[in-house]
């Protein structure tokens, strides 16, 4: 084992505990509270979690994508939300800046963003432009040394705790198609900004997700990413492959704990004067939930590999992110029956986490516009 490989060992191994330990006993509080606890969230930054995917140079951890992954799938066997705090902040939020940032937007943001004493939220939907990202309507329109950002954006994950928006927004008209977005790294105090009150949703408690409107903000052209228009669109959808990927870990990871959570209860619970764990019909769910665990973990690995080996892999993201969620959702969906009238009362985990699982397989890409996002890429590779 290399040094590196080494390290990451430990840090996986530590994360593992982390999780097991510390997050999972903290889950019920985290419900009730809608609030990750401070003690915790200092622990995410301690671990150097929030800089997981911000280079060395810059203050990170500057993981590469399998590196990533061996953490996620760790830190998602406790609940989904607590990933989200550090994971959306060094995934989406932060990406734009890492991979199209100009040399000064990097220095100025990342060092900030690796510690955690600065979160980013990434502003693409929009009330009228969801899976149809490229429609958006937010307008940026260059005013001298100035753009001038109006419109509105929805679902924004961590937007009551950002000091950071990367917003895109058009700077050519509607006719411009996807070529006309620009992306705008917008500080949280910048006037013309309101952060509305955070969602009430089905699950996710302790994840807090709202609007964020711009009125007439000002923003300076250094605040355009990359210092470039219109390559907004590009650089979210690269954003997206990357974090795809990350999301089929969280998924996996959770696999992994919905499966624990049903294999306990299955042997705890006795019927007909034995464990039913001990019934082949509540085996036969047990093990159609393990192999589609494994496969999801295997293919996140190896597109992990594959990305860190330089090859493009939108495809290959799509496909994890497409199968692990989806398989996530059989798994939760097996687990409660499992549990049985336990399941659907608050008193055991499962009930929860079923709630929480059925967000995966909606955001950043719905199942379905993974599938488009597949067949276009295996049309392509033939010039159809
Ligand atoms: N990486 C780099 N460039 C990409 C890309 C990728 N993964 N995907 C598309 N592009 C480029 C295309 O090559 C094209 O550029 P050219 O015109 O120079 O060829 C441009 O972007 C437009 O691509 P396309 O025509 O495929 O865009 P569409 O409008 O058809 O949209 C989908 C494509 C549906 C895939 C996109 O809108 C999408 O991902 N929607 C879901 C959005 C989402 O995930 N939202 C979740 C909330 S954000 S957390």
């Known amino acids: 084992m290399s040094d590196r490989e080494e390290t990451i060992h430990l840090l996986a191994d530590a994360v593992r505990r982390f999780a097991r330990e510390q997050l999972v006993p903290a889950e019920p509080t985290v419900e009730e509270t809608d609030e990750i606890p401070g003690d915790i969230v200092r622990q995410l930054k301690e671990l150097g979690l929030f800089g997981m995917t911000v280079p060395e140079e810059y203050g990170g951890l500057g993981l ?22 550090f994971g959306t902040t060094n995934g989406v939020g932060t990406l734009g800046i890492v991979n199209d940032g100009t040399e000064e937007q990097k220095r100025r943001y990342l060092p900030r963003i690796a510690t955690g004493e600065m979160m980013a939220s990434f502003c693409l939907t929009e009330p009228d432009s ?50 006309g977005i620009s992306a705008f790294l917008v500080e949280r105090d910048t006037p013309g900004i309101t952060v509305a009150a955070p969602y009430r949703k089905m699950g996710f408690r302790g994840s807090h997700e709202s609007d964020v409107i711009f009125e007439n903000c000002r923003v300076p052209a250094s605040a355009l990413l990359g210092g470039r228009e219109g390559g907004g669109f ?37 019927q007909f004067g034995k464990p039913i764990a001990s019934f082949q019909l509540i085996q036969g769910m047990l093990a159609d939930s393990q192999a589609e665990a494994y496969a999801a973990r295997a293919m996140v690995e190896k597109a992990a ?11 290959e993201s799509a496909c994890c992110k497409y199968f692990a969620t989806e398989a996530a959702g059989r798994i939760a969906d097996r687990m409660l029956q499992i549990h049985g009238g336990s399941g659907y009362i608050k008193e055991y985990p499962i009930e929860r986490l079923y709630r929480d699982v059925r967000l995966l397989r909606i955001y950043e890409g719905t199942s379905q516009i993974q599938q488009l996002i597949i067949a276009r890429e295996l049309l392509k590779q033939v010039g159809a």
């Not at 399998?66 to 939300?81: D, F, G, K, T």
């Not at 590999?305 to 495809?315: E, F, I, L, P």
């Open 130 to 179: 969801g899976s149809d990202a490229a429609s958006l309507t937010t307008r940026a329109i260059r005013e001298g040394g100035y753009f001038v950002i109006n419109g509105t954006k929805r679902f924004i994950t961590n937007a009551i705790h950002a000091g950071l928006f990367t917003v895109f927004a058009r700077t050519a008209p509607k006719e411009a198609g996807a070529a």
């Open 64 to 85: 590469g994508m399998y590196e990533e992954a061996r953490l996620v799938l760790e830190v998602a066997y406790a609940s989904p939300v607590f990933r989200s705090y």
């Open 305 to 315: 590999r594959d990305k860190d080996a330089g090859h493009n892999v939108t495809m």
């Open 234 to 270: 590009k650089s979210a959808m690269r954003s997206l492959d990357h974090a795809r990927l990350h999301m089929a870990a969280v998924a996996a990871g959770m696999c992994e704990r919905l499966i624990d959570e049903g294999r306990r209860y299955a042997i705890e619970r006795k």
